[in-house]
C-alpha cells in the first residue's frame, strides 16, 4: 500500500499525505495551545495533555482503506465518517476531553445531554457514529471503525511517537472551546497552507510599553494643539487631560482583573483606557488588546485613532494595518475556499464588534471557534458595555469573562457613559458570584466630569407620533447642525431620502446606516466630521443607533426614536460636547409608521419604561441622566412578563448541561442570521473567477460588503446571487450607491409595491 494520504488533489494542488497532515496539525495546535496555556497555571497541563492527543489522532479513520480509496479517486463525498475511529480509540483510553475535541473537529461541540440518549444502551459509548453506513459493507460506521480500529493504529503509530496520556479531567465550556479552537486552528492551517489558500505571516508584537509612549505622546501633541475658545470648553480639555493621567497612571493591583469605568461620554476614554491596558500588559506580559465595540462604524474611528497613536517610529502607516485590525463582522467561513477569508485575532490590537466577540465565546461552530484561542492573555476593553449585548445574556457572559480573567490571564476594563451595574443587581449576578468591581477612576475625578454633564445639553421628549412630513418638519425648525436617529435601516433611508428629494435639501443630508458598507461608511463618517468643522450649521445627518455611540460627533440639536434611556442619553453625547454651544437640545420623539417608516419590534417595551422616567423625573424638576441607568435596567428585566429571566434560566440551564448547539442559539445577540454581501463589480468577478492569485483577501471583502439577513436573500424578492460555497458569501446586483448603501435598491422595491418584500 502507498503511503496514505490526507487530502486529495484539487485545483492542480498533489495530495497531501496523512504523515504530512498529521505531523502538521499537531505541531501548529501545540504551538497554539502553549501559548495560550502559557497564561493559565490551573489548566496548562491537563489542556495540552488533551489537546496533543485529539491533534494526534483526530483524522485517524483517514487510514481505512475505503476512504482512502475515495481520497485517490477524488470522490467529493466520502463513504466513511473519518472522525469516529479517533473518538473511539480516545474513549478507550479513558481521554474523554480529548475525544470531545476529535468528535467536534467538523461538526463544532455537541449537545451531550443528546449524546447521552443517543448511546443510552451504553454499549457504544457517546461521540459515536451509530447512523452513517460505510458504502456498501453493510455496516455502520462504528461497527467498521470497532472491527478495525487497531489495523488504523499499526498504520498510524510507526509515523508518531507515543504520548503522555492525559489524566482523567472534566473541562468546562470555556476550556473545551480553547482546546477545539487550538486544534481546528491547526487542521484548518495546514490544509489552506497545503492548497496554496494561506501563508503564514508573522504578525506584529504588541511591545506594549513602546506602544504606552507613543501613545503619551499623542495625547500631549492634541493638548498642545487645543485651543479652548470658552471657559465650558476649557473646563471639558482639563477634564479629559485629568481622565487619561488617572487611567495612565492607574495599576494593576495583585488580583484584580476586572475593571469598570463610567467616566462621561467627551471625556476621553478611547485612549486613556487605552493607556491603562497598555500599562497592564507590559506589568503582565500580556499579548494582545481586544477593544470591544457595539457598532460597525465606531470602529473605523477607534481604528483610525489607535493607528496614528500607537505607532511606533520605525513602523510606517502601512505597516500599522498588521497592529490595529478592524473586524466590522463576522468573516467566519467553514469551506476550504473561503477558510483564507477569516479573520484570524493574530494582530496584537484588534477593534472588533461586540457581536463578534461575544459570539464567539459562546460559539459551537469550528468556523467561528477557529480564532478563540488568541483571546488567552489578552487586556480587553468593552467599550458602550451598555450597548453590547441584550441584558438576558449578561450573566452568562459575565461568568465567561471571569474565567478568562481568573484562569486565562486576561484583564477587563468595563466603560460606558451610561454604565448599568448589572453586577450588583441580584436578578443578573447571585450573590454567591458576586465581587467587588473596582473603578478605574478615582470617584472625586468622576464626579467633576459629572458636574459639567449635567449643564451640558437639555434633554426633551415629543410623546405625540409624527407622520413622515412632520419629523422632518420638527427637525428642520431646530438649530444645526442636527442629527436624527432612528429604528430601522429602512426607516433612516426613507427619512434621508425624504429629505434630499422631498424636501429638496439635496447635499445638506448625510446618511449613515449598516445598508451601505464599511468603506462607505468611513467616507460619510470622514464627511461628517470635515462638516461639524466648518462654518456650515445648516445641514443633518439621519442614521440609525450606530453612531450614537463612541463617536467624537458634536452636534447642536438631536431627535432619537424612541427606545431606551440609554439610547437616548448615548445620542446626548454628540451633542455639545466639549461645551461649544450655549444650548443644545435632545429630543426623544415617536412616529406614525406612515411613508415607509418601520417601527422596531424589540423597542416597545424600552420605550414605556423610558416614557415612564421622564414622567418621574417631571416630578422630580430635573432631566433624565446616567444614575437612572441601573434602574432603567431592572424595570426592563421586571416588566418583559418573565422573558427576559426566562432566557436567563435557558441559558443556565444550557450551560450546565452542555447543551452547546442550544447556548450558542440562545446566546445569539443579532436573533437573525445575517451573511456576508458584496458590492463591489470587481470582487464580485474575482470571486467568481475562482483563481487563488486574484481571490481578494478577508480585508477586501469586510471593506466592500454589508450584512443582510439570511432570511431575506431570495433572488425573486433582492437583486442578490450566491457567490460562495454553501452561500456562505453572496453578490448584490442591484442598484448600490454611496448615500443610501443597498437601501437604493431597496427602495425601488418599495415604491413599486414588491410583494412579499418585508420592512427592514
Not at 486544534?183 to 508573522?202: F, I, K, P, Q, W
Not at 416630578?619 to 441622566?625: A, F, Y
Request: hydrophobic letters at 40%; one cysteine or more.
Amino acid at each position: 500500500m502507498s503511503e496514505p494520504l490526507a487530502h486529495s488533489a484539487h485545483d492542480g494542488v498533489p495530495e497531501q499525505t496523512y504523515r504530512e497532515h498529521i505531523s502538521g496539525v499537531f505541531r501548529l495546535a501545540t504551538q497554539f495551545g502553549e501559548a495560550a496555556a502559557a497564561f493559565s497555571p490551573k489548566w496548562r497541563v491537563d489542556f495540552l495533555a488533551a489537546l496533543r492527543m485529539a491533534a494526534n489522532y483526530h483524522d485517524l479513520g483517514k487510514l481505512d482503506e475505503i476512504f482512502q480509496d475515495d481520497l485517490r479517486c477524488n470522490r467529493p463525498r466520502t463513504r466513511l465518517n473519518h472522525v469516529d475511529a479517533g473518538v473511539a480509540h480516545l474513549l478507550k483510553g479513558k481521554h474523554a476531553e480529548a475525544a470531545v475535541g476529535a468528535y467536534a473537529h467538523h461538526v463544532g461541540l455537541p449537545s451531550f445531554p443528546e449524546e447521552r440518549a443517543k448511546n443510552a444502551n451504553g454499549l457504544v459509548g457517546m461521540f459515536r457514529d451509530l447512523d452513517k453506513e460505510v458504502g456498501n459493507t453493510g455496516l455502520k460506521t462504528y461497527q467498521r471503525t470497532d472491527a478495525k480500529l487497531l489495523d488504523y493504529l499499526s498504520l498510524h503509530n510507526p509515523f508518531f511517537e507515543l504520548l503522555t496520556p492525559p489524566p482523567e479531567v472534566r473541562f468546562g465550556s470555556l476550556v473545551r472551546r480553547l482546546l477545539l479552537s487550538c486544534l481546528v486552528d491547526g487542521d484548518h492551517s495546514d490544509t489552506a497552507r497545503h492548497y496554496g489558500n494561506e501563508r503564514y505571516v508573522e504578525p506584529p508584537k504588541l511591545q506594549a510599553p513602546g506602544r504606552l509612549n507613543a501613545l503619551d505622546r499623542y495625547v500631549a501633541e492634541l493638548a498642545g494643539k487645543a485651543r479652548p475658545e470658552s471657559e465650558q470648553e476649557k473646563l471639558r480639555h482639563e477634564l479629559r487631560q485629568e481622565v487619561y493621567h488617572v487611567c495612565r497612571e492607574r495599576p494593576a493591583k495583585l488580583g484584580e482583573t476586572i475593571l469598570s469605568c463610567d467616566s462621561p461620554v467627551g471625556t476621553g476614554k478611547t485612549t486613556a483606557v487605552m493607556a491603562h491596558l497598555l500599562r497592564v500588559a507590559a506589568e503582565r506580559g500580556l499579548r494582545r488588546v481586544f477593544v470591544v465595540l457595539p457598532f460597525t462604524n465606531i470602529i473605523d474611528q477607534s481604528v483610525d485613532v489607535y493607528r496614528r497613536a500607537l505607532r511606533l517610529p520605525e513602523e510606517t502607516q502601512a505597516e500599522m494595518e498588521a497592529v490595529v485590525a478592524a473586524h466590522h463582522h463576522s468573516s467566519d467561513y467553514a469551506s476550504y475556499e473561503l477558510r483564507h477569508l477569516a479573520a484570524r485575532w493574530d494582530s496584537p490590537i484588534i477593534v472588533i464588534t461586540a457581536v463578534q466577540f461575544f459570539e464567539t465565546l459562546a460559539a459551537k461552530h469550528t468556523a467561528q471557534l477557529r480564532k478563540f484561542h488568541q483571546v488567552a492573555g489578552s487586556a480587553i476593553f468593552v467599550d458602550e458595555a451598555h450597548a453590547a449585548m441584550p441584558a438576558a445574556l449578561w450573566p452568562q457572559m459575565f461568568r465567561w469573562l471571569r474565567k478568562l480573567c481568573d484562569d486565562w490571564g486576561c484583564h477587563l476594563v468595563l466603560a460606558s457613559g451610561t454604565l448599568a451595574r448589572f453586577w450588583t443587581l441580584n436578578d443578573f449576578v447571585p450573590a454567591r458570584e458576586r465581587r467587588e468591581i473596582p473603578e478605574l477612576v478615582a470617584s472625586e475625578v468622576v464626579n467633576r466630569t459629572k458636574d459639567f454633564e449635567e449643564r451640558r445639553v437639555n434633554i426633551r421628549t415629543r410623546p405625540d407620533p409624527l407622520s413622515l412630513q412632520q419629523l422632518a418638519d420638527f427637525v428642520l425648525a431646530k438649530a444645526g447642525p442636527r442629527v436624527v436617529i432612528l429604528n430601522t435601516v429602512q426607516s433612516a433611508a426613507v427619512m434621508a431620502n425624504y429629505l434630499r428629494e422631498d424636501r429638496k435639501v439635496g447635499s445638506d443630508v448625510e446618511h449613515i446606516s449598516t445598508a451601505l458598507t464599511p468603506l462607505d461608511r468611513a467616507a460619510t463618517v470622514r464627511r461628517v466630521r470635515e462638516r461639524l468643522h466648518s462654518a456650515d450649521k445648516e445641514w443633518c445627518l439621519v442614521a440609525t443607533s450606530c453612531v450614537e455611540a463612541g463617536v467624537d460627533f458634536s452636534f447642536r440639536s438631536a431627535f432619537r426614536e424612541s427606545w431606551g434611556l440609554v439610547n437616548l442619553l448615548q445620542i446626548a453625547g454628540r451633542v455639545n460636547r466639549s461645551g461649544e454651544y450655549q444650548e443644545a437640545e435632545v429630543w426623544d420623539f415617536r412616529h406614525d409608521c406612515s411613508g415607509g417608516l418601520s417601527l422596531h419590534p424589540q423597542a416597545k417595551l424600552s420605550r414605556g419604561i423610558l416614557a415612564g422616567i421622564f414622567t418621574k423625573c417631571a416630578h422630580d424638576r430635573r432631566q433624565p441622566s446616567p444614575d437612572d441607568c441601573t434602574e432603567a435596567l431592572q424595570l426592563e428585566l421586571r416588566n418583559d412578563r418573565g422573558a427576559q429571566a426566562l432566557r436567563i434560566e435557558e441559558i443556565e440551564r444550557a450551560e450546565k448541561s452542555a447543551s452547546y448547539p442550544e447556548l450558542a442559539k440562545l446566546c445569539r445577540i443579532i436573533t437573525s442570521d445575517t451573511r456576508t454581501v458584496l458590492v463591489d463589480a470587481n470582487l464580485i468577478e474575482r470571486v467568481e473567477r475562482r483563481d487563488r492569485q486574484q481571490f481578494p483577501s478577508w480585508r477586501e471583502v469586510m471593506r466592500n460588503s454589508v450584512q443582510i439577513w439570511a432570511s431575506r436573500l431570495d433572488a425573486s424578492k433582492l437583486p442578490v446571487k450566491p457567490i460562495g460555497p454553501n452561500g456562505e458569501l453572496w453578490a448584490w446586483i442591484g442598484k448600490y450607491d454611496g448615500f443610501l448603501g443597498y437601501m437604493a435598491g431597496v427602495l425601488d422595491l418599495l415604491r413599486t409595491g414588491q410583494k412579499g418584500f418585508e420592512p427592514l
